[in-house]
């Protein structure tokens, strides 16, 4: 499955984003998807999850309550809401996707996106 991240961009601290992750394949129902990102000069990191039906969500703490992934099947695309955001939430964010269940390290990922910027100002 081949994915392609996208929505990402300059907001102001308090300000609301909401990033897509389309996928090209037959098969993209059957993959977990989730998002991820990488600030400069840390780690990248996970950001939130969603199984393969939808049924299954999970997201780090710093982002519950703002953030929501969601997806729709029919047109193979994920989804992730960013609501409140702050200067802390700028990084590249990357949406990856794995069979099975939701994990929460980049390497448990056997296909990625090319990230998407997002920039939050104070």
């Known amino acids: 499955v081949q994915l392609q991240a996208s929505g990402g961009g300059l907001v102001q601290a308090g300000g609301s984003l909401r990033l897509s992750c389309a996928a090209s394949?037959?098969?993209?129902?059957?993959?977990?998807v989730s998002w991820f990102r990488q600030a400069p000069g840390k780690e990248r990191e996970f950001v939130a999850g969603i199984s393969w039906s939808g049924g299954r969500t999970y997201s780090r703490d710093s982002v519950k309550g703002r953030f929501t992934i969601s997806r729709d099947n029919a047109v193979n695309t994920v989804y992730l809401q960013m609501n409140s955001l702050q200067p802390e939430d700028t990084a590249i964010y990357y949406c990856?996707?794995?069979?099975?269940?939701?994990?929460?390290?980049?390497?448990?990922?056997?296909?990625w996106g090319r990230g998407t910027l997002v920039t939050v100002s104070s």
């Open positions: 990856a996707a794995r069979r099975f269940e939701i994990a929460m390290l980049p390497n448990e990922y056997s296909f």
């Open positions: 394949g037959r098969t993209f129902n059957i993959y977990t």
